[in-house]
């Protein structure tokens, strides 16, 4: 059963444009993740907050922002898609920090034209 | 930092057979163990984890795997697979020491054949 929510679920735009992800999580957690997973299914870690405290902040592109509005929510901001940036994204939640088991989303998949 | 490996990109096998997903990992201290299974186009689900305590794990739906020190692995195993189990099977390592990134592999692709 979902209790991690991603919305869109697809999203085309085109070079330039700005979108966003939002994802909401059902299950009480205090951790909240971000991962890029390419055309080949590797999986980055992009982000993570914990009780809406940035945590993990990886080496991407400054177009790219996060936000935390309280310990549910952890949405996602591309200022200026790339072609690059075309992949899916999947948000991810835990109960606390490094516990083995992570709660995923069904992916946004963002095609940029 | 930790870092996980996956030796086989692509396994296929027939419906019935037993199957061994190999995972590797490389980290110096305690360091959590799991593994997650996606099927096309869905996000990725939790199938079990290890810590500490029995090798030996069990997971949903008749997933066990197993840790060794030793080796550096946690292998995930199934006695007999069904057609539904065709997806992709991602280890991941979480390191307890609090780096607060959980790295995955870069994913087995399982084909069970009817």
């Known amino acids: 059963e979902t209790a991690v929510f991603q919305t869109p679920n697809y999203h085309v735009t085109q070079v330039g444009n700005e979108v966003s992800f939002n994802c909401k999580q059902t299950?009480?957690?205090?951790?909240m993740y971000w991962y890029k997973q390419d055309s080949k299914k590797l999986l980055k870690i992009m982000f993570s907050?914990?009780?809406?405290?940035?945590?993990v902040n990886e080496t991407v592109p400054r177009r790219f922002s996060p936000q935390s509005s309280d310990k549910a929510h952890l949405n996602l901001r591309i200022k200026s898609v790339e072609p690059e940036d075309s992949a899916v994204y999947l948000c991810?939640?835990?109960?606390?920090?490094?516990?083995?088991?992570?709660?995923f989303g069904e992916g946004s998949k963002l095609t940029v034209l | 930092t930790q870092t996980v490996s996956q030796s086989d990109a692509h396994v296929t096998v027939f419906e019935g057979d037993s199957v061994e997903l190999r995972c590797n990992y490389s980290?110096?201290?305690?360091?959590?163990l799991s593994w997650y299974i996606q099927h096309h186009g869905r996000g990725l689900q939790f199938l079990l984890k290890?810590?500490?305590?029995?090798?030996v794990v069990q997971g949903v739906n008749g997933f066990e795997a197993e840790f060794s020190k030793s080796d550096s692995s946690f292998h995930l195993r199934k006695a007999s697979v069904h057609w539904s189990d065709s997806a992709v099977y991602f280890c991941?390592?979480?390191?307890?020491?609090?780096?607060?990134?959980?790295?995955f592999g870069k994913g087995t692709s399982l084909v069970v054949h009817p």
């Open positions: 991810a939640s835990s109960w606390g920090v490094n516990t083995g088991q992570l709660y």
């Open positions: 299950l009480g957690h205090d951790t």
């Open positions: 907050y914990n009780n809406k405290q940035l945590i």
């Open positions: 991941a390592a979480s390191a307890s020491g609090g780096n607060y990134k959980p790295t």
């Open positions: 980290y110096g201290g305690s360091i959590y």
């Open positions: 290890y810590y500490s305590g029995n090798p």
